[in-house]
């Protein structure tokens, strides 16, 4: 769907955070912003090591430091990268989905900006 204003700020926070991603390997930088419910916006990057594995996301990285500072309810996020698509990878949907199933995704798409919701880019999510 057509992003909303407060989308397109939320996704400038995103690209802004990107100048501090650490990705000596890819040379992929991600930024991800992060809108709680209470409206305070948190960003992450990819932070990447030498060790390929050891890698983390700049949408977990985001969500993890959320939680870290107390908030566990989000309204959406937004995710940019240096490249016509951005989708979240299957491990960020998943850990999305433990706290903000019905979460706004705002990221490029096929060059241009655009939401979704987590309900589509990640239907049937793991639960117990
Ligand atoms: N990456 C993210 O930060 N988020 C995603 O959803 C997919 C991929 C990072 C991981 C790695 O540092 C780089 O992008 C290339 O895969």
Redesign the pocket.
């Known amino acids: 769907m057509e992003p909303t204003e407060q989308d397109r700020e939320l996704y400038e926070r995103a690209r802004a955070a990107a100048a501090n991603a650490h990705?000596p390997y890819?040379r992929?930088a991600?930024g991800a912003a992060l809108l709680t419910e209470d409206g305070t916006v948190v960003t992450g990057v990819?932070v990447?090591n030498v060790s390929y594995g050891l890698?983390s996301?700049?949408?977990r990285n985001a969500i993890f430091t959320a939680v870290g500072s107390g908030h566990q309810r989000f309204q959406a996020i937004a995710?940019h990268?240096d490249s016509p698509s951005v989708p979240?990878?299957g491990a960020?949907r998943q850990v999305m989905s433990e706290f903000a199933p019905a979460l706004r995704i705002i990221r490029p798409v096929d060059g241009k900006l655009d939401a979704t919701t987590l309900a589509e880019l990640l239907p049937e999510q793991f639960a117990l």
């Open positions: 990705v890819s992929f991600v990819n990447e890698t996301c700049a949408e995710i990268g979240p990878c960020c």
